[in-house]
T-cell receptor
Framework: QKEVEQNSGPLSVPEGAIASLNCTYSDRVSQSFFWYRQYSGKSPELIMS????GDKEDGRFTAQLNKASQYVSLLIRDSQPSDSATYLC???????????FGAGTRLAVHP | DAGVIQSPRHEVTEMGQEVTLRCKPISGHNSLFWYRQTMMRGLELLIY????????DSGMPEDRFSAKMPNASFSTLKIQPSEPRDSAVYFC???????????FGEGSWLTVV
């Protein structure tokens, strides 16, 4: 089992819709979770971090964490074509201080 | 502020040649990470340093790969000899130890033919 799993997509949504990106992880004691966005040909950039169960909102982005289910999600409201990118879920592996990434989900927002 | 700086940005080399990738972390950051990204395997952590000391190199694929960090502002990742399967984007990233927010460089795109 991979440490961090994501559906590779592509996830296609119309402009203005809500995009929902999901991630599961295997390390039951992980405490820190991150979402990175990567445009084609560019490096990953951090968009959200979440450490506690529940929701965390930042503008159009909401990260959701459920530690009991080992599940992290990212919601993008009012999706824009500029949101089209690959979204990488990352989990800090407890005790090792290393950030492990999922394979990423490619999001395509069409006008 | 300058971000993480990597060089070269692109390199094409022949199989068997030595490849050296370079990284300058963000000033003041004391953790440095080398990642490799391919379509097949995604973003893999190769090695990371805290305060110039290698902490975990379990992701280094084989003995052909080596990494050094002689000082707080410079690190190298060396592949010798290189093979076509080493073709990938190699990212260097840095962070303040304990913050867990890492910042990536623009990557070194390596093609081994």
């Amino acid at each position: 089992q991979k440490e961090v799993e994501q559906n590779s997509g592509p996830l296609s949504v119309p402009e203005g819709a809500i995009a929902s990106l999901n991630c599961t992880y295997s390390d039951r004691v992980s405490q820190s979770f991150f979402w990175y966005r990567q445009y084609s040909g560019k490096s990953p950039e951090l968009i959200m971090s979440i450490y506690s169960n529940g929701d965390k909102e930042d503008g159009r982005f909401t990260a959701q964490l459920n530690k009991a289910s080992q599940y992290v999600s990212l919601l993008i409201r009012d999706s824009q074509p500029s949101d089209s990118a690959t979204y990488l879920c990352a989990v800090l592996i407890s005790g090792y201080n290393k950030l492990i990434f999922g394979a990423g989900t490619r999001l395509a927002v069409h006008p | 502020d300058a971000g993480v700086i990597q060089s070269p940005r692109h390199e094409v080399t022949e199989m068997g040649q030595e490849v050296t990738l370079r990284c300058k972390p963000i000033s003041g950051h004391n953790s440095l990470f080398w990642y490799r990204q391919t379509m097949m395997r995604g973003l893999e952590l190769l090695i990371y340093f805290n305060n110039n000391v290698p902490i975990d190199d379990s992701g280094m694929p084989e003995d052909r790969f080596s990494a050094k960090m002689p000082n707080a502002s410079f690190s190298t990742l060396k592949i010798q000899p290189s093979e076509p399967r080493d073709s990938a984007v190699y990212f260097c990233a840095s962070s303040l130890a304990g913050t867990y927010t890492i910042y990536f460089g623009e990557g070194s795109w390596l093609t081994v033919v």
